[in-house]
């Protein structure tokens, strides 16, 4: 509007009189903080203040606070300050800014950083027990929930669950079978490379089928499935939480883990051993074309080797580990979501968790597989 | 505020909006009187929110020109954060900030002062809008549905604005809190000059502090003025709003 702001200061005796002139508004903050400190000691010095506010031209709550704050600085231990010369149109304002910041709470004492960090460490120890608790839930009420359908299969929610088939099924198709396929021919690459220094080059097909069959496809394409459909699992339901959608169901007598959970898991547990299986195939292949053009392997003989390396057995223990991982993750997934609190920062951070901890659940449940297999001979 | 000033705050001409086929705004036309308090009322999802957002330059118009304070408002406009302050209808706090920091956001964006001062003045406002300062520290999930308004209203009076939207802001507060939150408003619109746009169903606002009440329908306004004179009208669907059983019940309490 006009000019800057000022703060004109005459003092007789032991009185002082402020005059503040021009716009005293948010604009002008840096000019108005430095003349209410550049007059801060004369205030201190005086016992009576006088504020006359007839020079203002423009003045909002930041200004009005400022000028508030100098007349407390001077009012305090006995002393007196007065406000003169108020406008009407700014009397409303001055009378409302003297109302503000007088019960200022005391700041929270700053905590020990040493029993901050126990304290942390705790309530994690705390909380793996009530992440446990909460995943045997599930997996109980998802059970009650099988016990119920097979009892009444007409209550199987059955469009939902072609569809969650279709999402994370179909859908999932070509990208999982095209990062299986640049995985097996990666590990096919690898062993001719290195195999070819001491003529091992023909066991590079017993390698990619055994660990492809048995490890890889199935563990690749849980982890793919635990980043693409367990986030979107978590999202879901976590939106769906957080705009009260889930009370609403259960308000109308229907059970959420029949109505969402359920349908997602199944399409899950039946959606990931044929992801496992679709991936596998697409690694042998990858490996196949690997074998021709690198390795100088035809088709014929890279078929007939993996012929002999691999057996039924080791396809089995592979696609026998897909549906608890599905299980796994299914639950990990949808709990994170049910455990989405009412802000969006809350969502972010639950579906994070539910990605990691249903890859790292995987990784463990295929060491377990693992020691599992290997004692029974498998 | 100085002298030689438009006499409008706003200014809409021949607005048209839409969305797909469907036209909402149909060569709307409204001017916002520089310090007044209008009130926009209209039917649910006649385009009340619409308007509001198209003038702050949310969603894009068809034609028509917008004037805020004398400048033509083309698209997404800079340093508006200055202009006006908005209060959305559910609050639209920053859920991973705090109560004090979702106030201190546009003075932290937009000026520079000490963080004691920025303190200080958080605090000023939530006290203003009728918060106490122990609720400062509360993240925006732990606040009930009238508390989240009113820090919408402080961080939307963060700045001191001349120009404040207000998207149903009494909704969700009780009588006592919304008489409350409506004298705020008066005192505010007083001391700053502010205009106010104001959407709202609550009758005893437009009563109480609306200077003007205008009435949206058919994409159109139908009829601006004076509550007393939009009682007046013969427009069929103000009639039915001013003069349905909810109404007349109110108004006759009030007189």
């Known amino acids: 509007m006009n000019t800057e702001p000022l703060l004109l200061a005459t003092s007789s005796g032991d009185a002082l009189k402020l005059r503040p002139e021009g716009p005293w508004t948010a604009a002008n903050v840096a000019t108005l903080e430095t003349l209410s400190r550049s007059v801060g000691a004369e205030v ?239 690694a042998l292949y990858g490996g196949g074309l690997v074998a021709q053009f690198y390795g100088d392997m035809g088709p014929a003989i890279y078929i007939a080797r993996l012929h002999e390396a691999i057996s039924v057995t080791h396809f089995e223990v592979g696609i026998l580990k897909a549906p608890f991982m599905a299980l796994v993750i299914g639950i990990v997934a949808c709990s994170e979501g049910l455990r989405v609190k009412g802000s969006a920062e809350s969502l972010g951070r639950q579906t994070t968790t539910s990605v990691v901890k249903s890859i790292f659940l995987v990784i463990v449940l295929d060491g377990l597989f693992a020691i599992f297999f290997a004692s029974i001979g498998m | 505020m100085s002298e030689h000033q438009e006499e409008f705050a706003i200014r809409v001409r021949d607005l048209v909006v839409g969305f797909g086929r469907q036209t909402v705004l149909d060569h709307l036309s409204l001017d916002v009187r520089r310090g007044e308090i209008l009130g926009l009322v209209g039917a649910s999802g006649g385009g009340k929110s ?57 003075l932290r964006e937009n000026l520079v002062l000490s963080p004691e001062l920025m303190d200080e003045i958080a605090i000023a406002k939530l006290e203003m809008v009728g918060l106490r300062a122990q609720d400062a520290d509360k993240y925006p999930a732990e606040l009930s549905g009238g508390m989240t308004k009113r820090v919408a209203l402080a961080r939307a009076l963060a700045l001191d604005p001349p120009i404040l939207f207000l998207d149903e802001p009494t909704s969700g507060l009780d009588p006592i809190a919304a008489g409350d939150f409506d004298a705020l408003i008066r005192t505010l619109q007083k001391t700053l000059g502010l205009t106010v746009f104001m959407v709202t169903h609550d009758l005893a606002s437009l009563t109480t502090v609306c200077d003007r009440v205008a009435a949206l329908a058919d994409g ?21 709003y001013f003069h349905g059983k909810r109404s007349q019940m109110l108004q006759h309490e009030m007189r």
């Not at chain 1, 709550?61 to 149109?89: C, N, P, Q, Y």
């Open chain 2, 220 to 240: 159109k306004i139908v009829a601006i003025g004076p509550m007393r004179e939009l009682l007046q009208s013969e427009h069929p669907w103000v009639r039915a």
């Open chain 2, 50 to 106: 619409v308007l509001m957002r198209t003038i702050i330059g949310l969603i894009p118009r068809r034609g028509g020109t917008i004037e805020v304070m004398g400048e033509p408002i083309g698209g997404r406009t800079r340093g508006a954060a200055t202009a006006w302050g908005i209060l959305f209808q559910q609050g639209a706090l920053f859920s991973s900030l705090t109560v004090r920091q979702n106030v201190q956001f546009p």
């Open chain 1, 44 to 282: 201190d010095r005086s016992r009576v203040v006088t504020l006359d506010m007839s020079g203002i031209s423009a003045l909002d709550t930041l200004g009005a606070w400022v000028l508030e704050k100098l007349s407390r600085r001077a009012a305090s231990s006995g002393r007196s300050a007065e406000f003169i010369g108020v406008a009407d149109h700014f009397s409303g304002l001055m009378d409302e800014v003297r109302q503000v910041n007088r019960h200022t709470p005391p700041p929270a004492a700053a905590p020990n950083p040493v029993l901050l960090r126990l304290g942390d460490l705790g309530k994690s120890t705390v909380g793996a027990r009530e992440d446990i608790t909460i995943f045997l839930q599930m997996l109980g009420a998802l059970f009650m929930a099988v016990v119920g359908v097979l009892r009444r299969p007409q209550t199987l929610r059955l469009t939902s669950l072609v569809y969650q088939l279709y999402r994370i099924g179909w859908q999932a198709i070509p990208i999982v079978a095209l990062i299986t396929f640049l995985i097996g021919a990666i590990i096919a690459q690898q062993g001719f490379f290195h195999f070819r220094r001491f003529g091992a080059e023909s066991y590079t097909v017993d390698m990619v089928g055994i660990l492809v069959l048995r490890e890889l496809g199935v563990l690749i394409v849980a982890i793919m499935v635990a980043g693409r459909s367990g986030s979107a699992y978590t999202a879901e339901l976590g939106s769906m939480k957080m705009r009260e959608e889930i009370d609403a169901l259960s308000t109308m007598g229907l059970d959420p883990v029949d109505v969402l959970i359920l349908p997602r898991v199944a399409a899950l547990v039946i959606a990931l051993p044929i992801l496992a299986f679709i991936g596998s195939i697409a």
